[in-house]
């Protein structure tokens, strides 16, 4: 069956560092997507990664490991409006976009 | 302003009574989708269309319809023969990229609960 993992819930301070990991098992792959999700509301697209490596996009960055099935998002410098959920979600062999439950990242002051 | 548009926000449903859901949108996207949310679980896909007249079964459709008339315009109806319907209904649409790939981009949800 395909499968994706991420931690549940994270809790960070204001201003530090956060990496959310998501493992993925599908059939066949055609790249990783990140959504912020803040609750009540849609989810909003953060990155794309179809290639390994680092992609930067100011605050947040993703990263993809194929061979591992394995991603993060990094974020830094956190601010209190990064508090919501994060959704990973992997496109599989059909291009259908199979998701993860989200983890939902709380920050403290 | 570009966007997808779902109506209402928040609706209600009496036992043995169909609900229409909305979702229009002026992206000019080919693609057009419906999920569900439920709290603790990944996004579940209900229906999709890829082109206008035509869409397909997501994992779970039963006690769902949809239709495609209109490239703009992909309405989800939930029927009584759908127990459970008390959700968050998302729509979506996507643009495809180079690698065959497609972002979607989502509207702001309707939430359903049971009256």
């Known amino acids: 069956g395909q499968n994706i993992d991420q931690p549940t819930e994270m809790t960070a301070t204001e201003g530090a560092i956060v990496q959310i990991n998501c493992t993925y098992q599908?059939?066949?792959?055609?790249?990783l997507f990140w959504y912020q999700q803040h609750a009540g509301e849609a989810p909003t697209f953060l990155s794309y990664?179809?290639l390994d490596g680092l992609e930067e996009k100011g605050r947040f960055s993703s990263f993809l490991s194929r061979s591992k099935g394995y991603s993060y998002l990094l974020l830094k410098e956190l601010q209190m409006k990064d508090s919501a959920s994060y959704l990973c979600a992997v496109m599989d062999s059909n291009y259908q976009l199979i998701w993860g439950a989200g983890t939902k990242l709380i920050i403290k002051p | 302003d570009g966007g997808i548009t779902q109506s209402p926000k928040y609706l209600f449903r009496k036992e043995g009574q169909n609900v229409t859901l909305s979702c229009e949108q002026n992206l000019n996207h080919d693609a057009m989708y419906w999920y569900r949310q439920d709290p603790g679980q990944g996004l579940r896909l209900i229906y999709y269309?890829?082109?206008?007249?035509?869409?397909q079964k997501g994992d779970i459709a039963e006690g769902y319809s949809v239709s495609r008339e209109k490239k703009e315009s992909f309405p989800l109806t939930v029927t009584s023969a759908q127990k459970n319907p008390t959700a968050f209904y998302l729509c979506a649409s996507s643009i495809t990229l180079g690698t065959g790939a497609s972002i979607q981009y989502f509207g702001a949800g309707t939430r359903l609960s049971v009256l």
């Open positions: 599908t059939s066949g792959f055609n790249g």
């Open positions: 990664n179809v």
């Open positions: 269309s890829q082109i206008v007249n035509d869409f």
